[in-house]
């Protein structure tokens, strides 16, 4: 007896990749089930040799749903998760709606699954950005402590969805093939498809990823900081970002610098990451051997190199932090994360509803 | 009466810049001599609708020469630098052989001008990425010193030369037109020309610039460490980077942390920043205002946003730094260093020569 799952907004960069997470998963499946918006309804998508007709996401569609994972934008969850929920699904949120909700565990496998054990029918997965920074720095904190984190991002447009991609590679094509000058390239999708202006990427880095907050912080970077204080279960922890789009299709790196509480012998440092599940060591200065977002590209592991002491503080430590952000970043820790609610007998309805139906 | 004025490597994508550069100077000139290797000897490049033939550059090459800049290497610099001040010229050095030389001023005019004042024939331009990061910061650092600095790049490939945009450019369209996968791209060049393996740039970003020392960090890492410190004339300050090529053909960009000694309102740093010479301020998060690389091209200036304060600590400031690497990073600060030296009356030559003839 397998499972009936469904994916919400299986069009989508992460909902395809989703599909095939699902494919080579470990998880006992017996359905899977394509919903999308009425756009989509009706089209085909395949799913281990089989086409699979999408159905629109109604407020009726989760019947029979065991596990749902949902990746069709913040306010299709908001709108839409409880429904699943009520019908008896487990769902596992990609999006920020639910993320900072204190009844929704927000989860890194690898990092926190406990936190999952007392759930109330919804799992977020975390932002992409945070998710491979927390496989990076989980066996550090757990060994030495964490107290603090500075990080500035080189994010791949993949992160802003399909339609972003293709910007890019259009961008890219009139730039370099028929030499337009960068700065006259149109945009309408990046730096974030739900804000006033939009800037080129091709030859740029563009210091804004979703829209700004009060503080002058991007949500974005809000959520590196939110985000890695609830996984990690302290609020002590110190953290500020700077996240950054690149001229990169997929994979996100991060530049990495942080505090630990006890002093952390570098060697040991990198023992301890290489032995973290989801976790790669790749650091040989002398090879010239560091994560490069191309390699990344298509793995599900989170690759960490440049692990040096900073220059003046005891307790500093410089790195670089790899990853695909489709995947481990959002499709593979949605997929994991269900898998890994399998394994702890976690997948049943849940009996009392905590999430309110719109 | 004017200068003669000696380009050394004026075929190189910084000295096409220099004649550019000396083009618009404000700097009296007689005299343009253009010098490169043996192979582009008697080939002509225009200067103000003239055609110039370049010469070779030799030991015998600098007779009548009053200011000479090197943009050719640093064997060149090596080997030929001190035969110029010999032969009565100064020399404004663009790389990095004579940075650290207690005889040799280092120098971003707009912030520590006065160093030049008792030079010896040779006034070193700093690394691209180090001097833009100057102007960023010495307006801060005047007024409430500066404790620390971490920065992480996102640098344009135009700072390894017109053969590592001619690859970029390349690869970009053989991943973008040709669909041929970024991590099967063959690449020559970049990381850097001079250690042994080659990575591709399209649709990546890499954590080495220069080669690695012996720390661990890279050469131009170092660079921005050690330059910043004679600049500013202060070893205390505590830096550490991470410099990333990105794939940009111009313009650097660079996430900035800093914590200054005395606690620095923003608005203030704002305002001391809008008001420094060759300082932009772009900052206006409500209307998505920030330094864009694109938008730097072609421009002398240094251009500053994304100023907020550290979400924890007290003294701790980031901002977004952008500039074209090739002008304020290279040609137009060595051609403003060598107007500085004539507006200071600093263009004679040397009496007693601190440097080795090789």
Redesign the interface.
């Known amino acids: 007896m397998g499972y009936t799952v469904a994916i919400v907004g299986a069009t989508g960069a992460v909902g395809t990749q989703m599909i095939k997470m699902l494919e080579e998963s470990t998880l006992p499946i017996d359905k899977v089930r394509l919903l999308a918006s009425a756009r989509s309804a009706g089209k085909t998508l395949n799913f281990k040799g089989q086409e699979l007709v999408i159905e629109e996401t109604t407020e009726t569609a989760f019947e029979g749903v065991d596990i749902a994972l949902f990746s069709a934008g913040g306010s299709t969850s908001a709108k839409f998760a409880p429904y699943a929920v009520k019908a008896g699904a487990v769902v596992v949120d990609n999006t920020s709606f639910f993320r900072q909700n204190p009844d929704v565990p927000l989860v890194v496998p690898e990092v926190n699954a406990h936190a999952m054990d007392a759930h109330n029918g919804i799992i977020a997965c975390p932002n992409c950005s945070t998710i491979q920074m927390m496989v990076a720095l989980e066996p550090i904190r757990q060994k030495w402590g964490l107290d603090?984190i500075?990080v500035?991002t080189?994010q791949a447009v993949s992160g802003a969805g399909a339609r972003a991609i293709e910007e890019t590679?259009r961008e890219?094509?009139e730039a370099?093939?028929d030499g337009v000058d960068?700065?006259d390239l149109k945009a309408e999708i990046l730096?974030c498809g739900g804000?006033?202006?939009h800037?080129?990427i091709?030859?740029?880095?563009?210091?804004?990823i979703d829209v700004?907050t009060d503080?002058?912080?991007t949500y974005e970077e809000m959520k590196m900081?939110n985000e890695t204080k609830k996984i990690m279960e302290d609020d002590a922890i110190?953290?500020?970002a700077?996240c950054?789009r690149?001229?990169?299709?997929?994979a996100h790196?991060e530049?990495v610098?942080i505090e630990t509480k006890d002093l952390a012998p570098i060697a040991e440092v990198k023992e301890a990451i290489a032995n973290f599940p989801g976790a790669v060591l790749e650091d040989d200065?002398?090879?010239?051997i560091?994560?490069?977002?191309?390699?990344a590209?298509g793995s599900r592991e989170t690759y960490v190199?440049?692990?040096?002491k900073?220059?003046?503080?005891e307790k500093?430590i410089?790195m670089?932090v790899v990853s695909d952000n489709l995947l481990k970043g959002a499709a593979w820790n949605s997929v994991q994360i269900a898998e890994t609610l399998h394994e702890r007998g976690l997948v049943r309805p849940t009996a009392e509803l905590k999430f309110e139906l719109k």
Chains 1, 2 share one sequence.
């Open positions: 603090r500075i500035s080189y590679k890219l094509k370099v093939v960068p700065k730096p804000d006033k202006k800037y080129p091709a030859f740029n880095a563009l210091p804004q700004f503080n002058d912080y900081t110190k953290v500020s700077t950054v690149v001229p990169v299709l997929s790196s530049s610098y200065p002398s090879q010239q560091y994560p490069q977002a191309v390699n590209v190199g440049r692990i040096r900073d220059l003046d503080a500093g410089h670089w």
